[in-house]
DNA sequence: CGCTGTCTTGAACGTCTTCAACCATAGTGG
DNA sequence: CCACTATGGTTGAAGACGTTCAAGACAGCG
């Protein structure tokens, strides 16, 4: 059982009505999933609505190529699986917690019900589509910078942006991503990326740590994305 | 003044009440813009909501390191600007006319109102923004393969799928893009894409033509996609 | 006619990938 | 406790691929 307290700290359902959140605590369940388990895999039939409560969920999938891409990082507050219910009824992707997470689990009929009959739902989903197409398209930004330099320099500034949190040492970028995670998110291969981030770690421009990265050297990353190449 | 016919069948507005659809004609102008017009530029306050009704706008920017990046290409039915209206206020890339066009022009306030007002358009907007969210996974994943062989055929392959028609030579892609609009579309430089569709062109893989390219080997374009690098 | 824009080609260069090997660390089970 | 294993990070060398720059071909148009 969902509690409507909480539901409410989200920003997807902060303006929702007293009716709706009820008739959403009744219907929706909490998961727990372990670290490395998966929620859906592409192809799968789109048949929940979810939300990560706590926790991190990545989605990815593997090209025909082979090469294996990651879509997005969902943390906190942020909803998957919507987009499929409306649209194709299959997951496009693979979706898999990070960590230890918590997901609210709402099933499709629910959901588009939930939506119909609630304009003010509606109305925030809406606002969450925008959001979502925004953070897409600067990826497609990022993607398109020719040197992989300048993609990783892209990755870190947007994160930072999002979630960066001013530290003595410099602006922490609190995500744990490996070398391979990066490389997926990039469209780059491992190796590259260590190189290039081995190198930022000896002239102190971006460090890794425990936390995440830390930027100690933000001017030097603005210089990297504005090369050309 | 706008038609109510014509504006009926455009599939965003086909399930628009009539009150809503009358409202709208009343508030909307219909504007012509020339070949190379911008509609708006990058930055600009995002006051209008614009739909193609004939002919083509190119969403395009240029990004800090000088590279030019197309975001898409819009034609009739599709809606421009209104992503901006919701989120940021600010139009986040130019759009100008590829060829003589004709946009219908909703006023902010107007557009505002009528999403509020008419639940049925907020919802045809939703499956607007899921459609336009999936094409542009789909572009992500394009832009994600190394090798920019594969990312033209994929390329070429979406646009197939959308407006691909089978003609007696192959599969007609009607889309006119020179090849410094693909390089942009791609991530890659012109010369490059010249040096893959030429070869193309005397292997009768892809050719190009007055109306677009005609794929005429589409299992050797699949190859390419498959190849890894 | 000369101009402009698009397409084309060549050669040198730099970047990224590829493949192989190697190191460090943490966790596991005997 | 140690050998074993898995995971993530690291490095080197060779070669593929794409870019860059420079030059030129070609068509359409004033």
């Given amino acids: 059982m969902l509690d409507a307290n909480s539901v409410r700290t989200l920003p997807r359902f902060s303006e929702i009505s007293a009716v709706?959140?009820?008739?959403?605590?009744?219907?929706?369940?909490?998961?727990?999933?372990?670290?490395?388990?998966f929620i859906f895999l592409e192809g799968d039939a789109a048949a929940h609505f979810f939300m990560?409560?706590?926790?991190?969920?990545?989605?990815?999938?593997?090209?025909?190529?082979?090469?294996?891409?990651?879509?997005?990082?969902?943390?906190?507050?942020e909803a998957i699986g919507e987009v499929a219910i409306l649209d194709g009824?299959?997951?496009?992707?693979?979706?898999?917690?990070?960590?230890?997470?918590t997901m609210l689990d709402l099933p499709r009929k629910s959901?588009?019900?939930?939506?119909?009959?609630?304009?003010?739902?509606?109305?925030?989903?809406?606002?969450?589509?925008t959001l979502r197409l925004r953070a897409m398209r600067v990826r497609v930004e990022t993607l398109s910078e020719s040197r992989v330099q300048s993609r990783i320099a892209l990755l870190l500034q947007s994160f930072a942006r999002e979630l960066g949190e001013q530290e003595q040492g410099g602006l922490l970028v609190p995500v744990k991503l490996n070398r391979s995670e990066i490389a997926a998110m990039v469209g780059a291969r491992m190796e590259t990326v260590i190189r290039i981030m081995s190198r930022w770690q000896k002239e102190k421009t971006v460090t890794t740590h425990k936390q995440g990265f830390l930027v100690e050297d933000p001017d030097a990353l603005k210089e990297m994305i504005a090369q050309e190449g």
Same sequence: chains 1, 2.
């Fill in 20 to 37: 709706a959140l009820a008739w959403l605590c009744e219907h929706a369940e909490k998961r727990v999933y372990a670290p490395g388990e």
């Fill in 52 to 77: 990560v409560l706590q926790g991190e969920v990545k989605i990815y999938k593997v090209l025909e190529s082979g090469r294996e891409i990651i879509l997005g990082i969902f943390r906190a507050g």
């Fill in 89 to 101: 009824h299959e997951y496009p992707a693979n979706a898999v917690a990070q960590q230890s997470t």
């Fill in 111 to 129: 959901y588009l019900l939930l939506l119909k009959n609630h304009p003010e739902v509606a109305l925030s989903f809406i606002r969450d589509l």
